[in-house]
């Protein structure tokens, strides 16, 4: 198999850039280091080009292992011709080479492999040859032998009927020809047996829809409800034309005709259509996962982006009932000042008006900027006695539901423990509330990616390809804005490119015993961390006010060179010159002369001259923090027709969830995302994505909100 060929006609990709890739790759490169740094080499893929290589090289190089032992199998037996040589190097799928390989592939005890045993093939090549001479029923007898198992000429006729019944099964083009028909003109059907408490599955009772057009997000949902024993799935598909498939080429003027009808329905009844059927709900389950992965993907990667409130004072607000509500006031760094809690929910009038002193004193003494509030438990309560205070007082924070997706896993995570070992696990989490509005990004590396709640299904997923997929997400976000280095945690740079966990507590643990690294080139002195991971992180790790301007920036120290001369020749000093100044001297620069005297490559001096004009600068920056302002507070206060402001917090297959600050997400169907025809609603929106919406459904006892993108005007 040409793998590189493959993966170019797959993916749309020059196989030089791809051949560039796989052997970086190889080498130890890690994706976010070839995208930034080796874009000449492999002509300029991007970090989503480079992980749909990684991907599909991953699962191509276990197809070509797997062809390679089939091959071996098969010339083992002295069975491997051209043809056969040639159907499995083309074979695209590691079904298709099973269904090439089933016929020699060393089999169990079958009834097919007892016959055998028993001496019954040559019978079975007569019956399939389908002449009836004179002598048959002579012929027949002589197949007759108890000792061996056969004590009639009706038994040796069973024994090679199973023979030839698996003959007919191990055929892959019977089984392609099966597949494909059943894929194309085949049902899914799905019957209700049980109800759950929710009634989840009721749109799933009596459900039928084409195997072809079944959307992956109703794939996911049929699985799931059988899984939990509510539904009972099945497939309906006509069986006469694949009886007629396989009846031309063995019925056709044989004298057995009648047998062989018989035969083929046994082998598609007992041997083919039960793991045909499997194939193909496997099948659909892992290109529903696939899609449900790159949704997820995508709204990992817009959440994770979201920009900072840089240099503002949070209060992180975790609302409560019996409990209380707990409260963490987190300053500019991010650091915590002040953890309790306030019982202003679920509690008598004394302590309720104590609690709304304590937080209009607390508001008023630290100029808290924003109150990140949690979207949980008693959180329409909490907001309710927040804005009573803040209006009735005249202050300027601005409340913001921040969803609590995860943050219970944070604080009782071991890391959790390790940063506030003082602290109870609530306490913890309304720290990490105001930090996921302080910096998003910082916070939510801290807890496992598929527990963030932007995703669909999640749970139902093969876990290790779900985790790969979205680790990889995070790394590239991690390094696209890059590290602050000196307060950099060990959840936040193990995800930097060429550091594991191992290094990751390594470098955490120097900063903790030599203080804060003044270069780059320090990295050089931690445990463990040799050339190579150097190479692939050092780009990434910003040090602010060290020894080396550069290192204020996400210019690799390999390009230090070459940066320096050119701040030399345009005297810029890259610190202190604003964008104005550096524009104007770069207007003198003679880039090509630059390139020709030094030999750097387009991309790299492009990038040197883009981070000199602006070093350090944060991507994320570009995008505004929008306030919601809608005045329905709750589920109750919507009423049909209402045009309000939202926030899209989760996209899926089907449609995608808009906050619009009543606590309870609105749905925005996909045919109510548009007016003209909507494939993919990623395409359209991104997590983050503030929008205009029309209330067009609420169920309050369900609390269900329908939305509308197309119906407003």
Do not use: W
């Not at 070839?34 to 290589?53: M, N, Q, W």
């Not at 099945?234 to 062989?260: C, G, H, Q, V």
């Not at 470098?507 to 780059?520: A, D, H, T, W």
């Not at 589920?635 to 089907?654: A, H």
């Amino acid at each position: 198999m040409d793998i590189i060929n493959r993966l170019s006609t797959e993916l749309g990709i020059k196989p030089s850039s791809i051949s560039a890739a796989i052997a970086l790759m190889d080498d130890g490169s890690t994706v976010p280091f070839i995208a930034r740094y080796r874009k000449e080499v492999t002509g300029y893929l991007t970090d989503t080009e480079l992980r749909s290589i990684e991907e599909r090289l991953a699962y191509l190089r276990k197809l070509q292992e797997r062809m390679d032992t089939v091959l071996s199998s098969i010339e083992e037996q002295g069975k491997l011709t051209d043809e056969l040589r040639n159907d499995i190097d083309n074979a695209k799928t590691l079904t298709e080479l099973e269904d090439i390989y089933r016929p020699y592939k060393p089999k169990k005890k079958t009834r097919a492999s007892i016959a055998k045993e028993r001496g019954l093939e040559p019978l079975a090549k007569y019956i399939v040859k389908g002449r009836k001479y004179h002598d048959y029923d002579a012929f027949l007898l002589s197949f007759v032998n108890p000792e061996k198992g056969v004590p009639t000429g009706e038994s040796a006729i069973q024994g090679a009927s199973d023979i030839i019944a698996e003959e007919i099964s191990d055929s892959a083009a019977y089984r392609k020809y099966i597949k494909d028909s059943i894929n194309n003109y085949g049902f899914i059907i799905s019957k209700e047996i049980a109800k759950d408490e929710k009634d989840t599955y009721h749109n799933y009772a009596d459900y039928k829809e084409k195997i072809k057009t079944i959307p992956p997000h109703r794939i996911l949902a049929i699985n799931r409800g059988e899984n939990e024993k509510c539904l009972k799935v099945s497939l309906d598909y006509n069986m006469e034309p694949l009886k007629k498939r396989i009846a031309y080429d063995y019925t056709y003027r044989n004298d057995f005709a009648s047998l062989l009808d018989e035969v083929i329905l046994d082998s598609l009844n007992r041997l083919i259509l039960p793991s045909v059927e499997n194939e193909i709900r496997n099948e659909l389950f892992e290109k529903a996962e696939d899609s449900s992965i790159i949704t997820f993907k995508k709204n990992l990667k817009s959440l994770l982006l979201v920009p900072p409130l840089k240099g503002k004072t949070i209060l992180g607000f975790d609302p409560g009932f019996r409990t209380g509500c707990k409260y963490a006031l987190v300053n500019k760094n991010g650091i915590p000042e002040e953890v309790g809690v306030f019982n202003i929910t679920a509690a008598s009038n004394f302590e309720k008006e104590k609690a709304r002193k304590e937080i209009y004193l607390l508001l008023k003494k630290n100029n808290i900027d924003y109150i990140a509030l949690g979207n949980g438990t008693a959180s329409r309560e909490s907001e309710a006695e927040l804005s009573k205070i803040i209006k009735d007082n005249n202050l300027t924070p601005k409340i913001f539901i921040v969803n609590e997706s995860g943050a219970s896993v944070y604080s009782a995570s071991k890391l959790g423990e390790e940063e506030f070992p003082d602290l109870s696990v609530e306490k913890r989490s309304a720290i990490s509330l105001a930090r996921r509005l302080q910096d998003p990004l910082n916070e939510l590396v801290k807890i496992e990616p598929k527990a963030i709640g932007v995703g669909q299904y999640q749970h139902d997923m093969d876990q290790k390809k779900l985790e790969e997929g979205l680790n990889g997400v995070v790394e590239d976000a991690v390094n696209s804005v890059g590290v602050n280095l000196n307060n950099a945690t060990p959840s936040i740079l193990r995800y930097v490119s060429g550091i594991n966990k191992t290094l990751a507590t390594n470098i955490y643990e120097y900063l903790k015993v030599n203080g804060e690294f003044s270069s780059r080139s320090d990295l050089k002195k931690v445990a463990k961390l040799g050339p190579k991971a150097y190479e692939q992180c050092a780009g990434f790790l910003r040090i602010y006010g060290g020894k080396e301007p550069l290192d204020e920036t996400s210019i690799h120290p390999e390009s230090y060179k070459e940066a320096k001369l050119i701040l030399k020749e345009t005297n810029i000093d890259i610190l202190n010159d604003t964008l104005e100044v550096k524009e104007n001297k770069l207007a003198k620069f003679k880039k090509d002369d630059f390139k020709a005297k030094t030999g750097i490559g387009d991309a790299t001096l492009d990038d040197i001259i883009e981070e000199i004009k602006r070093p350090g600068r944060d991507i994320r920056e570009d995008v505004e923090v929008v306030e919601l302002n809608n005045d329905a507070k709750d589920i109750k206060d919507l009423k049909v027709g209402m045009i309000l402001n939202g926030t899209v917090r989760n996209i899926m297959d089907f449609g995608m969830f808009v906050d619009i600050n009543v606590h309870q997400d609105g749905l925005v169907h996909i045919s109510e995302c548009s007016k003209t025809f909507v494939r993919n609603i990623g395409e359209l929106f991104s997590i983050n994505d503030v929008v205009k919406v029309k209330v067009i459904s609420v169920d309050v006892a369900k609390k269900r909100i329908g939305l509308s993108i197309k119906q407003v005007d």
